[in-house]
């Protein structure tokens, strides 16, 4: 390739533009700056190109939508991701070099030559090797997002071999659009690409260090891969550097039992401890932040890590050398000495030694595979969000956010033995052929050291499946009998736990008021939060939130997605059906929790709860994910900023941290009820 052409530099530019840092500048929340930064104004006679081209790839995506045939639905978003790229980049001013616009050219083209191809009946796509980039349909907001693979030479679609899959999660990038990213993966093979490996390169929708709806993201594309490509389940590894490392090190303390490796290199491991160190701030975090940071503080979850081979890597001179550093000082709370490769003499890169290291170590551990259904499990877990270990899941928690534990062993008695903290609900689930004792044994289970039973036995598949719940101090065998339960007896859940922002890791809808606000001040806040949300789901998250007025909300949207409730009891009519079920009381005199009452015309509510038309689904009022433009500039900051409910005072104005003015704010008990008084 001529290193002069535009396409290639700016390749080179994004694989550099990566490793800037965030400075001691990026501290001051009255002057944030923007991200992504305004790019460049199109030249009219360069924009009349880009709207032609996407005129005629939409009118071609239209013709391949009204098709019915499941080869067309599959493989459209193939197609729609390179119109989305090129829109989003001509409409919100983000393309930020000339060389972005000459790529946009050449994949509106490439979005049309896929589109003739998919009207005749053809994907050659689908089987080529090298670098691919391909789509997907998000359930979160129904956008077609992008990702990038590395396929071997050796990869062929006539046999039944089944191929290791690396994920590599990418580093920072605020110029990183669609257009940079599906550009880029067609250029750049990648730091690593093992032989006879599928590499997966997840877009992680910007540059969120893959969390919430980047998390998603990557859990979607991969889903994606499996029902394209013939993936070796035990062999599926990740990896990443930078904020790459910082999302490695997250799917591997929260998905332990996913991967046959975890490589991380680089970037951050939690959240307080680095800020000071690397980004020098002075951190004044209020008492939930606290409590929330332990979602992606890895350093807590470091046990999890013993069902997890690691090989870290970072630079001698690295400054990011501090999550490594980290996690190691927590694995030897363990007794877990940390493999950690050393570039020496090296800064924010991969020493070209350690990279042969490295990649040796994890050809070795691939070679193995994943080690399934261990006959000793541990799992530690803050959050119900992170609930399973091999064949043990958490199904209740005594309380939110507080470390919770379980090892289950099994012996030769025959027997389970179980050993927890703070947990109140457990199941255990050995998939068909996995159960290491025969269908004709009496198995026991012995939990927090009483023998609640003696006579289970497996199914004639060797499956073998029981459940557990506590009452009090007392373990019994059977699940709690939740086919009655009211409102008032709602329990905290996987996928229904909070906080406010786990609404937003999957599908939602932001549903307008079209009354009246009870009061102006409160009503023109709503608005406010709402046009701002919808600006920054698509600047930040990179998706088109799907808004509706609440008249229009069907059934289907009950069933099926969150409800993003904006405006107040009067002006919002689907929250005026829910309001007297809701545990915050909000009317006309103001708004009340428990003894609290705060004045109606200058509070709002912000809350997420489960939905009493539809208790497997989220209502949140007033809210969209809850960090705000300061959490921008450093991915370690981008984690939860309020928990499950918020008072906010407007008079108060909104500004690069807050809604407004948090007079008051906590969790709800695991019972989705209100907590005493005083009590966090």
């Not at 490996?197 to 709806?213: C, D, E, M, Q, W």
């Not at 947990?423 to 025969?438: E, H, K, R, Y």
């Not at 509706?548 to 289907?556: L, P, R, V, Y």
Request: hydrophobic share 40%; net charge neutral; with cysteine.
């Amino acid at each position: 390739m001529n290193w002069r052409h535009p396409l290639f530099l700016l390749a080179l530019v994004s694989s550099f533009s990566t490793a800037l840092a965030d400075g001691p500048k990026d501290n001051i929340a009255e002057n944030v700056r923007r991200v992504p930064r305004l790019g460049l104004e199109v030249e009219p006679e360069e924009r009349a190109k880009l709207e032609a081209g996407l005129a005629t790839l939409k009118q071609k995506i239209s013709v391949l939508g009204e098709r019915s045939d499941t080869f067309t639905h599959e493989l459209l978003p193939d197609v729609v991701i390179f119109h989305r790229a090129v829109r989003d980049a001509l409409k919100y001013q983000e393309f930020f070099n000339k060389g972005e616009i000459a790529a946009a050219e050449q994949l509106l083209g490439q979005g049309i030559e896929r589109a003739d191809a998919l009207l005749t009946g053809a994907a050659p796509w689908a089987s080529a090797r090298g670098l691919v980039v391909r789509g997907y349909t998000s359930k979160i907001d129904g956008s077609a997002q992008p990702y990038g693979l590395v396929i071997p030479d050796s990869y062929t679609h006539q046999t039944a071999q089944k191929y290791r899959v690396d994920v590599w999660f990418h580093g920072r990038g605020e110029t990183l659009s669609e257009v940079s990213f599906l550009n880029q993966r067609q250029r750049q093979v990648g730091q690593f690409a093992p032989a006879d490996t599928i590499v997966l390169h997840p877009y992680g929708r910007y540059s969120n260090a893959f969390k919430f709806a980047g998390e998603v993201d990557v859990l979607e594309a991969l889903d994606a891969v499996r029902r394209n490509y013939r993936v070796d389940e035990n062999r599926t590894s990740v990896r990443g550097f930078s904020m790459g490392g910082a999302a490695c090190w997250q799917f591997a303390v929260h998905y332990s039992d996913r991967w046959f490796a975890a490589n991380p290199g680089a970037g951050f491991s939690e959240t307080p401890r680095f800020l000071d160190f690397f980004q020098k701030e002075t951190l004044n975090p209020t008492w939930y932040e606290k409590k929330l940071w332990r979602m992606y503080d890895c350093n807590l979850w470091a046990k999890n890590l013993v069902h997890c081979p690691t090989v870290a890597y970072s630079g001698e001179l690295d400054i990011q050398k501090q999550a490594a550093d980290v996690m190691e000082e927590a694995l030897a709370e363990h007794d877990i000495k940390m493999v950690h490769v050393i570039g020496p003499g090296t800064k924010h890169k991969y020493h070209p030694d350690s990279k042969i290291i490295v990649a040796e170590k994890l050809d070795s551990i691939a070679a193995k595979g994943r080690r399934q259904m261990p006959p000793k499990v541990t799992l530690t877990t803050y959050t119900l969000k992170y609930n399973r270990m091999h064949w043990l899941t958490i199904d209740g928690l005594g309380e939110h956010w507080e470390a919770a534990t379980v090892e289950a062993q099994i012996s030769t008695h025959p027997r389970i033995n179980i050993t927890t903290k703070n947990v109140t609900d457990l199941s255990i689930d050995f998939p068909a052929g996995w159960f290491p004792f025969s269908p004709a044994q009496d198995v026991g289970i012995m939990i927090d050291g009483r023998l609640i039973a003696r006579n289970l036995k497996a199914l004639s598949d060797r499956s073998f499946k029981a459940k557990l719940f506590r009452t009090g101090d007392q373990w019994q065998l059977g699940a709690r009998d939740d086919s009655q339960l009211t409102v008032q007896q709602l329990r905290k859940r996987h996928d229904l736990q909070g906080p406010i922002d786990d609404a937003f890791m999957d599908s939602f809808v932001f549903v307008v008021p079209t009354g009246k606000a009870a009061n102006e001040k409160v009503g023109a806040w709503a608005k406010s939060e709402l046009d701002r949300a919808i600006i920054h789901w698509r600047r930040h998250f990179r998706g088109d939130a799907r808004v509706k007025k609440d008249t229009e909300i069907s059934a289907a949207d009950i069933a099926n997605s969150n409800l993003i409730l904006w405006g107040d009891f009067q002006s919002n009519s689907v929250l005026a059906k829910i309001a007297d079920q809701l545990p915050i009381q909000w009317g006309a005199k103001g708004i009340r929790v428990g003894k609290k009452s705060f004045a109606a015309d200058n509070h709002g509510l912000i809350a997420i709860y489960p939905n009493p038309l539809n208790q497997k689904r989220y209502v949140v009022l007033n809210s969209s994910f809850t960090y705000r433009e300061f959490a921008y500039l450093n991915n370690a900051r981008q984690v939860a900023k309020l928990p499950d409910w918020a008072v906010i005072n407007v008079d108060t104005p909104p500004d690069s941290l807050w809604p407004g003015k948090v007079v008051d704010a906590n969790f709800f008990g695991e019972s989705w009820q209100l907590k005493p008084a005083g009590a966090n």
